[in-house]
Structure formats: structure tokens, C-alpha cells
């Protein structure tokens, strides 16, 4: 059974610094693995999807890398800012089934 | 385009009662999915639906149950609802291709159970 792990289960920041989130699984037979981000009471904001033969994928300040063979990914902020506080949440799909979520981390940065 | 789409966004019901939720997805999207998201247990997940077919379906009781309509949109229903019930329940829509295809959430329903 797929599991998906995420550390830190919080983070706090000063605005301006650049992060790293982690995110772990236990089935490497994955077909993507996608970052969301949730605001509080919202619903979930797709941010990077990475296909299985992918490394990492990109989109502004945001880098997901993805290491198959070791089943973890990691999603690197760059120049944090307020406005980046929310929760992110990380999500594996193996083979014709539900996406599996982790936990999420809780991100806050200071100004 | 226009995205994922729920209502009602809040509803408040009393135990015993019954709710039907409901959600649009995307245009062009086939598939549909239904969470149910807790403080404590996190994101669950209920079922997927996929061109009228239920196609996978979560660790819930019978009380659960869902269908979707020819145009896509989906419906998710909950009978005697007991206060565990209370939960941000959110939908998710995506195309055809698994490997590739982004999964698109709507802004969810916010259900009290008093």
C-alpha cells in the first residue's frame, strides 16, 4: 500500500529565504507525483505535475525534483515571500488508482 | 476556461439528515473525483468516476454514494449523517491520460454537522 510521508509538518521562514519541502514514498512504481498548495478553508492549487520519466519540472520561483529509485521528491522555493505561506501537499498516483496524499507541510513565511 | 465548480460552498445539516453535494468539472474532463478532508485523517479519498462509471472507491460506509451524469457533472450524496461527518469535501476533475494529466480541484463545500 502506497505511502506518502511529509517533512517538516511546519515550517516558518523569514521572508526572502529560499526552502526546500520534502516529500516521500514507498511505492516507486508511480505514474506522476504533483505539488498542490492549499490556503486555509480552500481547495488545492496545482502547482508542478512530474511524470515518472521526468526529473523536475519548473515554474517560476518553484523547482520539484523527482528521484524514482529512492521515492522521494522535493519542491524548492525560491525567495520566499508572504504570500507563499499555505499548505503544501504533495500526491502520488500509482497505476489506474486515486491519487495518494501526504499530510502536507504547513508554511509560514515572516515579513 | 472556466474550473472546477461545487455547491453549495457551505451547508450546515443536523444529524440524521441527509446532503447531496455536487460538482462540475472542467469541460473536456471525464473523470471525477471526491475527497473528504479532516484536520485529523487528512485527505481521503471516496470515489472517482469516469464517464458515468464508477471506477475506484475509498475506505467509506455505505452511507457514501455518488453517481455522475452524462454531461460529466457529478453528484455525491450522504445519508444519516453522524457529526463525524463535518468535513471540507472537495472535488477534482482531470482528462484521460493518467501519466500526464493534472488533477484540477474545486473550492470545496464546507459541511457542519451539528
Known amino acids: 500500500k502506497q505511502e506518502v510521508t511529509q517533512i517538516p509538518a511546519a515550517l516558518s521562514v523569514p521572508e526572502g529565504e529560499n526552502l526546500v519541502l520534502n516529500c516521500s514514498f514507498t511505492d516507486s512504481a508511480i505514474y506522476n507525483l504533483q505539488w498542490f498548495r492549499q490556503d486555509p478553508g480552500k481547495g488545492l492549487t496545482s502547482l508542478l505535475l512530474?511524470?515518472?520519466?521526468?526529473r523536475e519540472q519548473t515554474s517560476g520561483r518553484l523547482n520539484a525534483s523527482l528521484d524514482k529509485s529512492s521515492g522521494r521528491s522535493t519542491l524548492y522555493i525560491a525567495a520566499s515571500q508572504p504570500g507563499d505561506s499555505a499548505t503544501y501537499l504533495c500526491a502520488v498516483r500509482v497505476g489506474n488508482t486515486p491519487l495518494v496524499f501526504g499530510k502536507g507541510t504547513r508554511l509560514s513565511v515572516i515579513a | 476556461k472556466a474550473g472546477v465548480t461545487q455547491t453549495p460552498r457551505y451547508l450546515i445539516k443536523t444529524r440524521g439528515q441527509q446532503v447531496t453535494l455536487s460538482c462540475s468539472p472542467i469541460?473536456?474532463?471525464?473523470?471525477v473525483s471526491w475527497y473528504q478532508q479532516t484536520p485529523g485523517q487528512g485527505l481521503q479519498f471516496l470515489f472517482e468516476y469516469f464517464s458515468e462509471t464508477q471506477r475506484n472507491k475509498g475506505n467509506f460506509p455505505g452511507r457514501f454514494s455518488g453517481r455522475q451524469f452524462s454531461n460529466s457533472r457529478s453528484e455525491m450524496n450522504v445519508s444519516t449523517l453522524e457529526l463525524g461527518d463535518s468535513a471540507l469535501y472537495l472535488c477534482?476533475?482531470?482528462?484521460?491520460?493518467?501519466?500526464?494529466?493534472?488533477?484540477?480541484f474545486g473550492p470545496g463545500t464546507r459541511l457542519t454537522v451539528l
Open positions: 469541460s473536456g474532463h471525464r473523470s
Open positions: 512530474i511524470q515518472s520519466s521526468q
Open positions: 477534482a476533475s482531470r482528462g484521460g491520460d493518467l501519466a500526464t494529466d493534472t488533477q484540477y
